[in-house]
């Protein structure tokens, strides 16, 4: 199928790392993309990584690429209470983007 | 910096009515998109289009159409609206590399 697919919670403390994950489907993909939502706003395009990359790192977000598994993760190393918000996956269809359904991170200080 | 407007931000409307929401951007992108977000259900196509006067349909067609006269505008229409079209509504451009840039959202109440 074409079901992108995330965990819908993740809580952690402020200043530990987060990891949200992320399985997609289809192995031609060129481009994987991680979005920010904050509440109430629009998807803010936080990161994205090449399909023939495996690691992208970029200040305190690190995603890295499983291509074998279909597996995508974004790791927010230092995590801050403005971090809160919901992250989506996404990855390139025949010029569409699919997203999953996006993974709630909520931050306690 | 890539810039995506949507005409209202939040919006109320009736059974029955007809609504436009307008999409801008000010990028010169060929692609657009609309979507619409429901909690436990992402984001999902609705329409989209490559170029100036063509539309594609997406994943949800139903109940929506669209129009793009212009290159930097793309504009969705529900023809009578619904209450089960209550529902954030994103726009989209993108140009050849598929990044996507999201407008702030639409926020529709269809009573």
């Known amino acids: 199928g074409e079901d992108v697919e995330q965990s819908l919670f993740l809580s952690v403390r402020e200043g530990d790392s987060s990891v949200i994950n992320c399985t997609y489907t289809d192995s031609s993909s060129t481009y994987l993309y991680w979005y920010k939502q904050e509440p109430g706003a629009g998807l803010q395009l936080l990161t994205y990584i090449f399909s023939n990359m495996d690691m992208k790192q970029d200040q305190r977000l690190t995603v890295l690429l499983n291509k074998k598994d279909k597996h995508l993760s974004l790791r927010i190393a230092d995590t801050q209470t403005g971090d809160s918000a919901i992250y989506f996956c996404a990855e390139t269809l025949g010029g569409k983007l699919i997203f999953g359904q996006g993974t709630e991170l909520s931050v306690k200080p | 910096d890539v810039k995506v407007t949507q005409s209202s931000r939040y919006l109320v409307k009736r059974t029955g009515e007809k609504v436009f929401l307008e999409c801008v951007q000010d990028m010169d992108h060929e692609n657009m998109f609309w979507y619409r977000q429901d909690p436990g259900l992402g984001l999902r196509l609705i329409y989209f289009?490559?170029?100036?006067?063509?539309?594609e349909k997406g994943d949800i067609p139903e109940g929506y159409s669209v129009s793009r006269e212009k290159k930097e505008r793309f504009s969705l229409i529900l023809e009578s609206a619904s209450t089960n079209q209550t529902s954030m509504y994103l726009c989209?451009?993108?140009?050849?590399?598929?990044?996507?840039?999201f407008g702030p959202g639409t926020r529709l109440l269809v009573l």
């Open positions: 989209a451009s993108s140009s050849g590399d598929e990044t996507q840039y």
């Open positions: 289009s490559y170029d100036v006067k063509m539309k």
